[in-house]
């Protein structure tokens, strides 16, 4: 079990860039796949970015060439990098972790608003 908490969100103005921290309460070298999910009021959770124990990063559409998901092993932390930010890129952001097949873990989520 791993218990997750998210950091670093807040409010940008469009263009703008924000980095969101993921810090997990054990080992993260273990955890097959790490990642963020975004949800809006309304509407279903969805996939933003992953991070495999192999390097192997995966991301939705509409964030590729503008977001980088990284995860450092040593502190135990997964990081979610937002660049070029638009105001349909306001969400709750949700960090998650998958031993196998998930994700089976989720944090609490943190607010990131963009403001046009």
């Known amino acids: 079990q791993v218990q997750l908490v998210e950091s670093g969100g807040g409010l940008v103005q469009a263009g703008g860039s924000l980095t969101l921290s993921c810090a997990a309460s054990?080992?993260?070298?273990?955890?097959?796949?790490m990642g963020w999910y975004r949800q809006v009021p309304g509407k279903q959770r969805e996939l933003v970015a992953t991070t495999t124990r192999g390097g192997t990063t995966n991301y939705a559409d509409f964030v590729k060439g503008r977001f980088t998901v990284s995860r450092v092993n040593a502190n135990n932390t997964v990081y979610l990098r937002m660049n070029t930010l638009k105001p349909e890129d306001t969400a709750v952001y949700y960090c998650?972790?998958?031993?196998?097949?998930?994700?089976?873990?989720w944090g609490q989520g943190t607010q990131v608003t963009v403001s046009s």
């Open positions: 054990r080992n993260i070298f273990t955890i097959k796949t």
């Open positions: 998650t972790a998958a031993y196998m097949i998930g994700p089976n873990y």
